[in-house]
């Protein structure tokens, strides 16, 4: 049935394949397009440097890709360079592009698991979101964080009280 608001996907009644095809694994329909095609394009980029499906060949070493081609990239874009000067890319799509590779080698097995020992307390992410909500109990109204959006909150100069974007020329 076809839903009157489009809100789910759902079978035709008039076509029995609706039926049988909504009940397998999605491809395409449930991914961004034009992120699925900077994907092909760092994808394209990839197999002009190294060879196309290099990584199904030889594998990858997991400590590579999550350095190089995924940590890199992150960093960049949270440092404020949203465009990878050497492929003119965005870094969230060149992140994404190592992410896959590297899930593809896991997924094909050849992958080299060069991770550290597993650390000895499995719990330890629970343990520190327990530590951040003392902290955020402790301070319940923190200040705002200074970030890029315009008008939210510029910078702002502990000696003379001037806020501009790039803080005070005066004072720095």
Known sequence: MIPEDDSKPTTK???PK??????????FSVVPQRVL?????????????????NYRSCGVRASVYLDA?????????WEGQDIDPASGLSHIT???????VLRDSMISG?????????????????????LAGEILAKYPNPLPPHTQI????????KACGGTT????????
């Open 18 to 27: 609706d039926a049988i095809g909504s009940k397998k694994v999605p491809s």
């Open 110 to 130: 050849n992958w080299v698991d060069d991770r550290p020992p597993a650390a000895a307390d499995p719990n330890w992410v629970e343990d520190m979101n327990r």
């Open 69 to 77: 081609a995924v940590s890199r990239h992150l960093a960049a874009f």
């Open 37 to 53: 095609a900077e994907l092909g394009l760092a994808m394209l980029e990839g197999a002009c440097k190294y060879g196309r499906h």
């Open 165 to 172: 974007p790039s803080g005070c020329q005066d004072c720095r």
């Open 13 to 15: 009644p008039t076509n």
């Open 94 to 100: 060149k992140a994404i592009s190592g992410l896959v």
């Open 150 to 157: 315009p008008g939210v909150l510029n910078l702002h100069c």
